[in-house]
């Protein structure tokens, strides 16, 4: 003679369920884990008060701020190489760019990226050159009197040696492991049009390891910098003179 399994209604809905199934609901591995599962939102917001007590409580007040910077410009980076990602919405892959950058305050800049696609960038303060040698082509800018690229010099600039940041970029800054991060958000419209927001990682010998520009397009320009130092520049290092035969145009027809 076979014995059928032994069930029971369900006190909360009225359906049967068989003597497994409630061993199972009754199992102390898997009944604490539906337990457990209850608090999960008050742990992540108890989590998240705790983060946000420690961002808090790491916030450079404007005095320490003002230090970090008067110290960052008392012995300037004049060199570096970078590697540069470029993350562009309307592409699936991301554009990845490495090469060397000079730099002398407030807004002298050599810029030479290497690889399949070459380019040399370099202003002297007066005007800005972009050569790109494999078409033997190069452009010439004008800087100053209120030029279209003077905001894109400028934040260039604030990249390595944060010169002048103060009166065109709102500054947050935080203590961070072995260095500071840094949040720059523009104040004139006409730099708001170049970016949104600058973050930087200063290291803790005050040199730059990394920045991330978010542009008004959703475009993002992740650069990280290495072998920085701080040695004098020549004035030639910021001189261009196109090679013969180059086209030259001037984009701003000027």
Known sequence: MRCRQWRRLSPRCGVKISQGKMNNQMNPI???????????????????????????AEQLSDTDLKNLLARIRENPVTRADFQEQRVIRLMNKPIVNSGKVWFQPPNKFRREVKGDS????????????????????????PLGKRSPLDSTIAAINSALNLENVESTFHIAAARADNGWELELTPRTPSMKRVFQKLTMRI?????????????????????TYSNQTRAPLPPSTFEFTPPPGTDISTPLGQ
């Open 118 to 141: 070459p380019s040399l960038t370099v202003s002297d303060g007066r005007q800005l050159w972009i050569y790109y040698p494999n078409f033997k082509s190069a452009e010439r800018y």
């Open 30 to 56: 898997i009944q604490p884990r539906r337990i457990c599962l209850r608090p999960v939102p008050i742990l992540n917001a108890l989590f998240f008060c705790v983060v946000a007590c420690i961002a808090e």
């Open 203 to 223: 290291s803790d010998n005050l040199q730059t390891e990394r920045t991330e520009m978010l542009q008004p397009n959703g475009d993002r320009i992740a650069t």
